[in-house]
């Protein structure tokens, strides 16, 4: 899987990531996160940041990962909507920008917001259990009926394998 992140997106929308930005250190504690993810899940990572020396942007690698900086004339938003024309349904963007989102879904890429990845990049990182899952053990113990099934959309549908694979 290929994952395109909204790098400075992805650091506010997760509290531990926030705290690190306040002190200046945002963008090197996302891409140790972002490292010690890619220890345990081999996708491809691409991070996208707002700014950088270059007018045009520019890229870089940070912590054996390709980093692109959007450089004066662009926003990485727009970085990102051209990765996903491009490559289309290949990819899977990480965004809570609504606008971007839906740039990137046109072209058919799939869209996780932020804090979702966000969650399962905190708890794969630090090697903790998926969350929300039962227990302690994995079992829930609800007797709440789940009634009838209902197929989701396609799109859900894809959303779902996606994080599933995260």
Request: charged share 30%; proline share 5%.
């Amino acid at each position: 899987m290929r994952l395109v992140i909204d790098g400075y997106n992805l650091i506010h929308a997760v509290p531990e990531l926030a705290f690190a930005s306040d002190k200046g250190e945002g963008r090197e504690a996302l891409m140790e996160a972002l490292r010690l993810y890619r220890k345990r899940r081999p996708h491809k990572i691409k991070v996208i940041f707002d700014g950088g020396l270059e007018p045009g942007g520019d890229q870089q690698s940070l912590a054996g990962m390709p980093v692109g900086f959007s450089g004066a004339e662009r926003s990485a938003d727009d970085v990102i909507a051209a990765l996903a024309a491009r490559e289309g349904a290949g990819i899977t963007v990480v965004t809570s920008d609504r606008e971007l989102a839906g740039r990137c879904r046109v072209h058919g890429a799939v869209v996780l917001t932020s804090e979702e990845f966000g969650n399962r990049l905190l708890e794969v990182a630090l090697g903790l259990p998926p969350g929300g899952e039962g227990g302690e053990d994995g079992w829930d113990f609800t007797t709440k009926k789940k009634g009838p099934a209902k197929r989701l959309p396609k799109d859900q549908r894809k959303k779902a394998r996606r994080k599933g694979r995260l």
